[in-house]
């Protein structure tokens, strides 16, 4: 498999994920304060939206990918 075989299926699944899922989340840790030994810590849940135009225009750059490497073998 090349490289562009890859990374057109890579694009594929990634526009599928985003379609699916609009977005991801992940918790962010900040220390607020320390006082001796004793740590303030906060933990905060950030959340990315991927927008719907830009999950497809991965799946249909994929597809091209795909289809222009056919033609070009």
Not at 35 to 57: C, M, Q, R
Not at 66 to 71: H, P
């Amino acid at each position: 498999m090349n490289a562009i075989r890859i990374l057109a299926i890579v694009l594929i699944l990634g526009g599928a994920f985003g379609l699916a899922y609009r977005g991801f989340s992940y918790t962010k840790e900040t220390h607020e304060a320390q006082l001796g030994s004793l740590e303030l810590s906060v933990k905060d849940k950030e959340k990315v939206f991927i927008p719907s135009w830009v999950s497809a225009a991965a799946i249909g750059g994929g597809i091209l990918l795909l289809l222009f490497d056919r033609q070009k073998a």
